[in-house]
């Protein structure tokens, strides 16, 4: 609040003269850490938006005796603050908590009785108190916060009971965007099961079986086109047709799923049928520098390419250009882990080159828009062949090329494939308006937090009552109570501590 006007009858603090003790843990704990015992309190126990606890994650110690287990020991109402790390986290101790202490990431905050710690610790989370903190202004590499700078930050002091009211209201109106907030967050799984709904629909006929009843004598790609659209793509990549080949697979009707009818005029059909080239990628070490980019397992995101991390090989490098992409290309995931394993998606061409890395594999489609073919192995019923198709190696999952081209896929005629495609493109549409309204909205929850908290210490929050007593009276009696009570004892190790005394 430098250079503001306070509003009536607040006053201008600072951390020593409302903080009876500040201290940090200690380091060299690790050899009292155990199964059970008092809880040992650390940075991802401490609130970022809320000044409470979060013990989702536990590490317990035994602590030892003397002076450094109670100088580092916490009691109900103390702050918490973390000063190195992820800078500037706060909570206050709850009642009633069992005993624990803090690690040498946290400092630990003991405010007078005549001041609210959760008063003080929603103006830490605040902006105004985040800035004064200095956590702004300081680099991850940097050693973290001293306690010098919790004793000196600014504090605009309210009346105490303008201090209660300010925390009900915050504590109202947060809950309320939490409550927002966990139903958004709900949303990216809702979406994700319609999208699932919809592929399978799209590959059960469902999304075009008021098409297809318009149509006359639609008939089922044969053997012969497909043949044919396979040839013409194996002479589009390499120069002599492989006219000899044979598959070594059985046939799609006999690995269809037992009892998936078809819709008329589909046709179930092997990848191996139409796929004339499927081709492991690169192995090669790649880099950060400029060259031919390598598409990896984690570019490969909810059915669609994205570039972000992305690491590259040298342009002379000896596999290209046979490892080259072209648009059209579907990129199949091989190995990951088995929730991930099988992701696909079709590549669309990008600024530069691009290739693939050896966790993918590239197909060729012929007689199936590559992009059906990836939405199919995308969708319920590829998740459920990917399940029974996995192999585990150390951990992760894998698929290799002959199961790929084992897997039997439905081909729709291809005129009907073009609606296919049109009914999804608009369903991916609408979810992708879906999604950006929910990245909006989460946006929106996240600053409407902070600007409740900057309302809140501004005096903007509620109204102020002139019948309290103003704050300059109340750190005055402060400082005559302290003051008679003569310097505070410092505890333990004196660096590490700074008494507000």
Known sequence: MSGRELPAGWSQAIGSDVFEYITSGSR???????????????????????????????????????????????????????????????????????????????ALVRSCKAVRSDYIAWYLLSPDGQRNLGTYNRGVTRAGLGLNDIASVDIPFAPFPEQRRIVEKIEALTTHTRRAREALDTLPALI???????????????LTAEWREKQNDLQPISDAELSGLRRQLWDAVQEEVNAGRKSRYQSAEDIAQEGAELPEGWRWVTVDELCPIVQYGTSAKT????????????????????????????????????????RGDLLFNRTNSPELVGKSA??????????????LIRLKVAGLNPRLLAAYINSPFGRV????????????????????????????????????????????????????????????????????????????LVPQDPNDEPASVLLERIRAERAAAGPVPRRGRRPKAVDAG
């Open 192 to 206: 994700d099961r319609y999208r699932q709904s919809i592929l399978a629909a799209a590959f059960r006929g469902d």
């Open 287 to 326: 880099t950060e520098q400029d060259g031919v980019v390598v598409l990896r397992m984690g570019n490969i995101q909810s059915g669609t390419i994205v570039f972000d991390s992305i690491k590259s090989l040298p342009e002379e490098h000896g596999e290209f250009p046979s490892l080259l992409l072209d």
């Open 385 to 460: 062949w990917a399940r029974g198709a996995v192999s585990q190696q150390v951990g992760q999952a894998n698929i290799n090329g002959s199961k790929l081209k084992a897997l039997a896929v439905p081909l729709p005629p291809a005129e009907e494939q073009e609606q296919i495609l049109r009914k999804l493109e608009a369903h991916d549409e609408m979810i992708a308006r879906v999604i950006d309204q929910h990245r909006f909205s989460a946006a929106r929850l996240a600053t409407l937090d902070q600007s409740i908290l900057a309302k809140a210490f501004r005096g903007e």
């Open 28 to 106: 060299g704990w690790a050899k009292y850490y155990s199964e059970d015992g008092a809880l040992f309190v650390r940075v991802a126990n401490l609130g970022r938006e809320r000044p409470e606890m979060d013990l989702s994650e536990r590490q317990y110690v035994q602590p030892p005796g003397g002076t450094e287990g109670v100088r580092t020991k916490i009691r109900p109402d103390d702050i918490l603050i973390t000063i190195t790390a992820d800078l500037g986290r706060v909570a206050v101790v709850p009642h009633k908590f069992a005993d624990a202490y803090v690690n040498q990431h946290v």
């Open 346 to 359: 079709v590549f669309d061409g990008y600024s530069t080159p691009c290739s693939f890395a050896s966790y």
